[in-house]
C-alpha cells in the first residue's frame, strides 16, 4: 500500500474517535442501541466508552477486513471473477430458477 492510501485510511478511521472523544462529555447520558424501524422500539443503554465508540470501532474493524482481503486478492488471480458469482445469486434471487421449479 502506498503512503497515500495508508494516510488517508488513518485519517478517514481515526476523524469520527477524535470527534467522538472531543465532545464526549457533552454527549447525553444515555444512548440507544437498538431501533426497529417496523416497531418502532429502542433500547437505551447508559453512556460509556463501549456504546460511544461501538460504531468507530466497528467501522475501523470492517476497514481491516478489507485490507486484510485486498492483501490476499493476488493470491485469487485466475479464478472466477466474484462479480460473476453475485451477479448470478442475484439473478437467482430475482428471477428465480426455472430449471428447479423456483
Known sequence: MTKV???TSVTMFGVSFLFLA???SGLPVEFP???SPLAGALLFAP???FTVFRIPLMNLTHGL???VMLSCAKNF???TP???LFRYL???AVRGCPQIGL
Open 90 to 92: 442475484l439473478e437467482f
Open 22 to 24: 472531543a465532545c464526549y
Open 65 to 67: 477486513m478489507a485490507a
Open 47 to 49: 453512556k460509556s466508552l
Open 82 to 84: 466474484p462479480g460473476i
Open 77 to 79: 488471480e485466475g479464478r
Open 33 to 35: 442501541v437498538l431501533r
Open 5 to 7: 492510501i495508508i494516510a
